[in-house]
T-cell receptor, first 111, second 115 residues
Framework: QKEVEQDPGPLSVPEGAIVSLNCTYS??????FMWYRQYSRKGPELLMY????GNKEDGRFTAQVDKSSKYISLFIRDSQPSDSATYLC???????????FGQGTRLTINP | NAGVTQTPKFQVLKTGQSMTLQCAQD?????MSWYRQDPGMGLRLIHY???????DQGEVPNGYNVSRSTTEDFPLRLLSAAPSQTSVYFC??????????????FGPGTRLTVL
């Protein structure tokens, strides 16, 4: 079983829709949770960063962490065609150097 | 700042050939790492380094060597290329701070095909 599971999609939604992307994990030591966005043929870029449980909002993006369920989510409101990309979740444990990535979800927003 | 740079952008090798993928960063980051990205597999860690002279294996190290002689450079060597090493390779770097993860910056990637 992978430490981090992410539905690879692909996911296709109309412009303006609310998008929900999710990851589950098995390692209870994870405390740092990140979402990276990767445009086609580019390197990943950090989108959201959350420590421990709770919500974090940045514009149209909201990251949620539920440590009791070992489940994290990224919500995109009022989705735009420019949001079309692959979204990767990543996690790290206190004191550990390595980040563990999910498989990535390929998202397409249709105009 | 140029950030994280990788060369070459594309490479085609024949089975058994060797080559070195170059990675450099100008942000004085202690931590550097190499990932490979394959369809449906996400980013898998090959090797990483927490500072000059210190390297360690990641999830999929077989067939790859690394060294870290300077803070800036972290080359990845393929000793004898195999078709299974056809992939997109990303180098990444970040500053290290006690008790937290700093933003990890990725290079643009190297697309490698092994025939």
């Amino acid at each position: 079983q992978k430490e981090v599971e992410q539905d690879p999609g692909p996911l296709s939604v109309p412009e303006g829709a609310i998008v929900s992307l999710n990851c589950t994990y098995s390692n209870s030591a994870f405390q740092y949770f990140m979402w990276y966005r990767q445009y086609s043929r580019k390197g990943p870029e950090l989108l959201m960063y959350t420590y421990s449980s709770g919500n974090k909002e940045d514009g149209r993006f909201t990251a949620q962490v539920d440590k009791s369920s070992k489940y994290i989510s990224l919500f995109i409101r009022d989705s735009q065609p420019s949001d079309s990309a692959t979204y990767l979740c990543a996690m790290g444990a206190q004191g550990a150097q390595k980040l563990v990535f999910g498989q990535g979800t390929r998202l397409t927003i249709n105009p | 700042n140029a950030g994280v740079t990788q060369t070459p952008k594309f490479q085609v090798l024949k089975t058994g050939q060797s080559m070195t993928l170059q990675c450099a960063q100008d942000m004085n980051h202690e931590y550097m790492s190499w990932y490979r990205q394959d369809p449906g597999m996400g980013l898998r860690l090959i090797h990483y380094s927490v500072g000059a002279g210190i390297t360690d294996q990641g999830e999929v190290p077989n067939g790859y060597n690394v060294s870290r002689s300077t803070t800036e450079d972290f080359p990845l060597r393929l000793l004898s290329a195999a078709p299974s090493q056809t992939s997109v390779y990303f180098c990444a770097s970040r500053a290290t701070s006690r008790g937290t993860y700093n933003e990890q910056f990725f290079g643009p990637g190297t697309r490698l095909t092994v025939l």
